[in-house]
């Protein structure tokens, strides 16, 4: 298992190449990966993402540790990178490795559902207009219900 | 004790951490305490509803208890992934 919070970018093949290398009795690897997404109608120059740091891999370390448990994982990765990115940057990403690909799949849903609303990350989105703090949706919080 | 604030909340107290010496029991008296202090603290915590706080590190309630507590941090709802 590892977490990283890094201001640098990552490389996704290397990272997903990286990660299902080595897992002879593992036969399913998820991997999701997310992107600073434009604004249609209001053109983005920058997304700007703080953290706090300490807390942000402690809570990524339980989040990660809760998923290995609970999907009987044989492996979990999350990167997460914080600083100023452009819009088609990746944020960061998850991946997952079970014997059977329900638990990678559901176990990687876990990570992305749990890391969205109890991580402590915050986005902004700066555009010609200023800048603006991205709002916490309910559907982010709600999300966590199902499990 | 040291006090962080980040995103927005960070921007309207102009400041992301300072040391508060406090008596306060609770979470909720530490904002008590820094809200009659100055306007600034007053409106970033003027809705609690719209606030996070986490006690040395870990994500909790405003009635958690201070006692031999080292670091307290306000913020808004997490925005990560």
Known sequence: MRVSVQEAPFDLGRESAAFAAGHVDMGAIVTFTGIVRDLPDDPMQAME??????????????????????????????????????PGELIMMV????????????GA??????????????????????AEWVAAKDEDEAALNRW | MDVLYFAWVRERIGLPREKVETNAATV??????????????????????????????ELTDFDAPLAGVREVAFF??????
Request: glycine share 6%; net charge negative; hydrophobic share 45%.
């Open chain 1, 49 to 86: 993402i703080e953290h706090y740091p300490g807390m942000t891999e402690a809570a990524l370390t339980d989040i990660a540790t809760q998923a290995m448990t609970r999907f009987s994982l044989g492996d979990a990765l999350v990167i997460h990178r914080y600083g100023r990115l452009v």
């Open chain 1, 109 to 130: 849903e876990f990570l992305m559902d749990y890391l969205k609303s109890r991580a402590p990350f915050w986005k902004r989105e700066i555009s010609a207009n200023g």
């Open chain 2, 76 to 81: 808004p709802p997490m925005t990560g992934g």
């Open chain 2, 28 to 57: 909720a008296e530490l904002v008590a305490e820094l809200s009659a202090r100055e306007d600034r603290y007053a409106v970033a915590f003027s809705d609690l509803s719209a606030l996070r706080v986490a006690v040395d590190q």
């Open chain 1, 95 to 106: 991946a997952t490795a079970a014997r059977h690909r329900k638990d990678a799949f559901e």
